[in-house]
């Protein structure tokens, strides 16, 4: 073993992040526990804190610190457009082009049966309940162009061909694993301004 | 602000570390807390175990979990030869080499002032007392050839000039941050062979 047991537990657990490996954890592990012990301090309670505080609001899947997130509970939002998005890092960007009013629902991931990520994962049928139960007259769904993606919007608006509700798309190439930033949201802007409508065959 | 405080504060101590800029940080912030808070815990867990238990041997610097490290308890090691490095990194390769049966010093660092990196904080004046006041009759720099590395070496051996020591110089390209990982540990074997001695001129 060329490090003690704790930096090789250490180095382990670093590649849980996402695109790190092996060397590049610990590079990681030995900078923090070397030379830079007070961001390793800093880290860890951050982490600590954020764990303890940061859940999904129940109502629409946000990261939130409070019981319900700010966009549920601000009555001057418009209940009746709903968007649906794949993390919190893509509602992030939506919010801050500040191009839409309505509220929100965050799947966390898209479909993908290799992976084990079926509709309860997504929470799917809870959206489809709270559409049933609520008064959303629009969805519109800005997820990117991958295959997982347009198979996951696929599968929700198949289960919303029952529900009387108007269904958009905005397809963001630049959309993917929330690295769409301000610059970029330049493009969503417009996309969602050409936002195109999906027709639902009726049952 | 785009995240909950406690994710803001997150991802401000991810940038910690190295090569993680605000784009990554984010990005491994969300992962953590929306898709894999499993092992957000064992990352948590992980670290505070590690800056718990994980010091520097108050001999050689390396980091251990004992009092002195396992190389310094050896007795069948080789007191007589002593190997400066600048990270537990490169300790930690030259041990998979097994090609040196000495003892290590371990700098965590080359003197950099544009840093604030100076002699104490590398421990060179415990590395003068220690070639003082033990029976090392030779002492083998393995950094790599980067002007503050070479720098380091030039300081200490100057450093040396008043102490009876033999003192030898190998350079490894590749040898940087630690990234020397087993294949280019064959690098290593033939440059510890052909070390250079460097001629000190004594006072």
Same mark, same amino acid.
């Given at each position: 073993?060329? +490090? #003690?047991?704790? /930096?090789?537990?250490?180095?382990?657990?670093?590649?849980?992040?996402?695109?790190?490996?092996?060397?590049?954890? &610990?590079? !990681?592990?030995?900078?923090?526990?070397?030379?830079? @012990? *007070?961001?390793?301090?800093?880290?860890?309670?951050?982490?600590?804190?954020?764990?303890?505080?940061?859940?999904?609001?129940?109502?629409?899947? /946000?990261?939130?610190?409070?019981?319900?997130?700010?966009?549920?509970?601000?009555?001057?939002?418009?209940?009746?457009?709903?968007?649906?998005?794949?993390?919190? &890092?893509?509602?992030?960007?939506?919010?801050?082009?500040?191009?839409?009013?309505?509220? +929100?629902?965050?799947?966390?991931?898209?479909?993908?049966?290799?992976?084990?990520?079926?509709?309860?994962?997504?929470?799917?049928?809870?959206?489809?309940?709270?559409?049933?139960?609520?008064?959303?007259?629009?969805?519109?769904?800005?997820?990117?162009?991958?295959?997982?993606? *347009?198979? /996951?919007?696929? +599968?929700? /608006?198949?289960?919303?061909?029952?529900?009387?509700?108007?269904?958009?798309?905005? @397809?963001? !190439?630049?959309?993917?694993?929330?690295?769409?930033?301000?610059?970029?949201?330049?493009?969503?802007?417009?996309?969602? #301004?050409?936002?195109?409508?999906?027709?639902?065959?009726?049952?």
């Amino acid at each position: 073993m060329a +490090y #003690t047991p704790a /930096t090789e537990e250490l180095i382990r657990a670093l590649q849980g992040l996402p695109g790190i490996g092996s060397r590049s954890a &610990a590079r !990681m592990a030995l900078h923090l526990l070397e030379r830079d @012990t *007070e961001s390793a301090q800093w880290l860890n309670n951050a982490l600590a804190e954020a764990l303890n505080k940061v859940h999904r609001c129940p109502s629409c899947r /946000t990261l939130t610190e409070q019981v319900e997130c700010d966009i549920c509970q601000d009555s001057e939002r418009d209940a009746s457009s709903l968007c649906v998005v794949v993390n919190d &890092a893509d509602r992030a960007a939506i919010e801050m082009s500040k191009q839409f009013q309505g509220h +929100y629902f965050v799947l966390h991931g898209v479909l993908s049966p290799i992976e084990g990520v079926g509709p309860e994962q997504l929470a799917i049928f809870d959206l489809i309940d709270k559409l049933k139960n609520n008064d959303v007259s629009e969805v519109i769904f800005v997820l990117d162009d991958q295959m997982e993606s *347009e198979a /996951t919007v696929f +599968y929700i /608006t198949e289960q919303l061909k029952a529900i009387d509700v108007r269904c958009s798309r905005v @397809t963001l !190439m630049h959309l993917k694993n929330g690295n769409l930033d301000q610059a970029e949201s330049r493009h969503l802007v417009s996309a969602l #301004t050409n936002r195109q409508e999906i027709t639902l065959e009726q049952e």
